[in-house]
T-cell receptor, first 115, second 113 residues
């Protein structure tokens, strides 16, 4: 039972390069999220997808795009990477209906360094 | 403007003693509060939650207390164990917010043997 799987786990980019972080969940969850974690900043929401076919901006969306490819997959794209995007990125998912706890299930994270 | 605040970046306690982690919030529209635990190189994992209509929720060694008038919640771990050493994030959900969570900056708990 894999849960939430993120790829790649590590990536080094040069300023201006593009890349896509992939996320897939096998729990049949409706909602998926991308967070970034920076030292002393906690977890900040980049984008989320409440259900298949919808995406919305979170707290820090600038410089990112997302695609909800299907119910399982939610990708995060950096079109032109900047050093300020050096961070650890976490994908998360949750069931939308049938619960009200707000509990998120997180992947193991993707560490991105932009030089 | 930080809506969820964890003012203690770190906390160190002895094994067997009580650990108390604190969290303050400013948004009165938050209706659910959660604590997550994070080990290095892993994703955060859900620990315990509490609805805004309650003032206490207990799960084994972990108890969360909510004081709505003070906009304050705390996580108590009794007794603390070395395996509890991790970063603890407080999170809050806004009512009708599509279940988006707002996280605090985290508190690093170290439990010394």
């Amino acid at each position: 039972n894999a849960g939430v799987t993120q790829t790649p786990k590590f990536q080094v980019l040069k300023t201006g390069q593009s890349m896509t972080l992939q996320c897939a969940q096998d729990m049949n969850h409706n909602s998926m999220y991308w967070y970034r974690q920076d030292p002393g900043m906690g977890l900040r929401l980049i984008y989320y997808s409440a259900s298949e076919g919808t995406t919305d901006k979170g707290e820090v969306p600038n410089g990112y795009n997302v695609s909800r490819l299907n119910k399982r997959e939610f990708s995060l794209r950096l079109e032109s990477a900047a050093p300020s995007q050096t961070s650890v990125y976490f994908c998360a998912s949750r069931v939308l209906a049938g619960t009200n706890t707000g509990e998120l299930f997180f992947g193991e994270g993707s560490r991105l360094t932009v030089l | 403007d930080q809506q969820v605040k964890q003012n203690s970046p770190s906390l160190s306690v002895q094994e067997g003693r009580i650990s108390i982690l604190n969290c303050d919030y400013t948004n009165s529209m938050f209706d659910y509060f959660l604590w997550y635990k994070k080990y290095p190189a892993e994703g955060p994992t859900f620990l315990i939650s509490i609805s805004s209509i309650k003032d206490k929720n207990e799960d084994g060694r972990f108890t969360v207390f909510l004081n709505k008038s003070a906009k304050h919640l705390s996580l108590h771990i009794v007794p603390s164990q070395p395996g509890d050493s991790a970063v603890y994030f407080c999170a809050a959900r806004g009512w009708g917010s599509n279940y988006k969570l707002t996280f605090g900056k985290g508190t690093l708990l170290t439990v010394n043997p």
